[in-house]
């Protein structure tokens, strides 16, 4: 009979090579919308920060939630901390890596970003003067979106 840590190390060696403790995903949430879809990402320090009010409120008309679906976006938001993708959590690995990758802080200052379906930057506005009409009408002029409406 085994004893308890005997049973745990048995069950560490049985284990693929990095297995143990590799419950955190790191990875980069964009790299997996690249030339999928246009994301945007806000980040605020708390739920209530009016850049994050006004995006959720457009986002509620019918006309813009059309034109964002027409344009195939997707809503990352990071509120305190936390990550979000279109509604479902990131988790804290993930979270910290997009991040990182756009050079942005968790604690501030309210930021909006849109990336391109090239996972390159093509907006970056700071506080809650972002129109959602102003992005459709960038994302409408870039390459890849022209080349979708011609087809």
Known sequence: MLRPHATLAALCLALPAGAAGAGADTTNP???ERWETRPIVVVVPQDSDPLLVKVRAALKETAAREAFRERDMALFTVVGGEGRRNGEPLGPGRTA????????DA???ATFVLVGKDGGVKMREEGAG?????VFDEIDRMPMRQQQQQQ
């Open 107 to 109: 604690r501030g200052p």
């Open 97 to 104: 890596a997009m991040l990182r990758a756009l050079q942005l």
């Open 30 to 32: 964009l790299d997996a």
């Open 130 to 134: 972002v129109d959602l009409q102003a």
